[in-house]
Structure formats: structure tokens, C-alpha cells
């Protein structure tokens, strides 16, 4: 299973735009990239999912460069109920969805 | 749509003792998760089925840790005897099998959790 390598924490601002970059130097070609968000006292929430190029939802944005080395998630105009734990998943969705969890990123709104 | 449910949400309980989570997730989902997530920490994979068999378990701590899936729908989990290091949240998640439908990005929809303190 591909490693992955996330900031421990960010802090921003409410209306800001925010990107955590993930990096997963060893990530295979079958790879999958997924985003989860996990607020306390919650099971984590499937945030979007890419495999190359770019990926865009209602709520994020999900920047992959060509060789697939890292990938960035971007959130458009945070807001305070942004607060949450994100992670970031890397793995070949056809082997049963088996997915590893790291740390994550504590992501921090103020107002 | 009804999601994935977890009982019980908290449970507090001496060391050595037992105790049984259980877990009915959304119709239709193949494949079942348990993870364990202590405090700080991102959730580990404990236990995965499919269907009613067994696809990984190797982080399981098969001493003390067991889980079922009878019928390949609900699943329980076991902690016998419990440790202090059981403290956690234990999650429960489902997902259809990557292919199943269209669309399916294999998104897994995790329960609530079930709170375990061991004293």
C-alpha cells in the first residue's frame, strides 16, 4: 500500500480557499485517490476521489499532476463548520476497497 | 436512505472483561469494514468482509479480537478480555465492491462509532 505524507495541521481563515497537499511518492498505477473528512464524535465522509488531471465536486477540488506523486485538495471559501480532521487515502480500489488512514490534516476556520 | 448503524454508541467497561459491538450497514453493501480509531489517531483497519467471508484481518489482534458476518449482512465484534489499550472508537463503515453499480467510486459510508473506555 502507497504511504502518504499530509501536514499535521493548517489553520485559515472563514472565505479563504484551502489546499492540503498530499504526497505518496510510491503510489501504483492502480492507485486510487480518495479525500475523506472527519468532524469529533463522527465517523469520517467520503469527500471526493480522482485518479489523474482534476476532479471537481460540489464541495472540492481535487488536483492531480501528471506523475501522480502528490495530489492537492482544495476547498473553495471555508467556512468555520469546515473544522475537521482531512485525510488522504491512496489505494487499488479493485482489491476490495482497502483503504489506509493516516493522521490526517487538522484543519483549523476562524473567523 | 438509512445509514450505517452501531450499537453501542458508548460502553464502559473493566479490564478483562468482554464486550460485543455490532454493526448493520446500508442495504445492499458488500463489503464491511471494522476500524479502530484511537484518540489523535486515524482509524485503523481491524477486520474486512465481503459478502460474509473474510478479505483482510491482519491488523486484528486475534488473541483478543474476533468478528462475524453472518449471513453477510449484520457483524459483530468481540474484545475478550479487554486491555486499557482497547480504549478507542470502534467504526463500523460499508461499501459496495469497487465495479458493483455504476459510478461507484467505492465510497465507504462509516456508522457513528461505538465509544470504548477500559478501566
Known amino acids: 500500500l502507497a504511504k502518504t505524507t499530509q501536514p499535521i495541521s493548517m489553520d485559515s481563515y472563514e472565505g479563504q480557499e484551502v489546499n492540503i497537499t498530499c504526497s505518496h511518492n510510491n503510489i501504483a498505477t492502480n492507485d486510487y485517490i480518495t479525500w475523506y473528512q472527519q468532524f469529533p464524535s463522527q465517523g469520517p465522509r467520503f469527500i471526493i476521489q480522482g485518479y489523474k488531471t482534476k476532479v471537481t465536486n460540489e464541495v472540492a477540488s481535487l488536483f492531480i499532476p501528471a506523475d501522480r506523486k502528490s495530489s492537492t485538495l482544495s476547498l473553495p471559501r471555508v467556512s468555520l463548520s469546515d473544522t475537521a480532521v482531512y485525510y488522504c487515502?491512496?489505494?487499488?480500489?479493485?482489491?476490495?476497497?482497502?483503504?489506509?488512514f493516516g493522521t490526517g490534516t487538522q484543519l483549523k476556520v476562524e473567523l | 436512505e438509512a445509514g450505517v448503524a452501531q450499537s453501542p454508541r458508548y460502553k464502559i467497561i473493566e479490564k478483562r472483561q468482554s464486550v460485543a459491538f455490532w454493526c448493520n450497514p446500508i442495504s445492499g453493501h458488500a463489503t464491511l469494514y471494522w476500524y479502530q480509531q484511537i484518540l489523535g489517531q486515524g482509524p485503523k483497519l481491524l477486520i474486512q468482509f465481503q459478502n460474509n467471508g473474510v478479505v483482510d484481518d491482519s491488523q486484528l489482534p486475534k488473541d483478543r479480537f474476533s468478528a462475524e458476518r453472518l449471513k453477510g449482512v449484520d457483524s459483530t465484534l468481540k474484545i475478550q478480555p479487554a486491555k486499557l489499550e482497547d480504549s478507542a472508537v470502534y467504526l463500523c463503515?460499508?461499501?459496495?465492491?469497487w465495479g458493483q453499480g455504476l459510478m461507484n467510486t467505492g465510497e465507504l459510508f462509516f456508522g457513528e462509532g461505538s465509544r470504548l473506555t477500559v478501566l
Open positions: 463503515a460499508s461499501s459496495f465492491t
Open positions: 487515502l491512496v489505494g487499488d480500489m479493485r482489491g476490495g476497497n482497502k483503504l489506509t
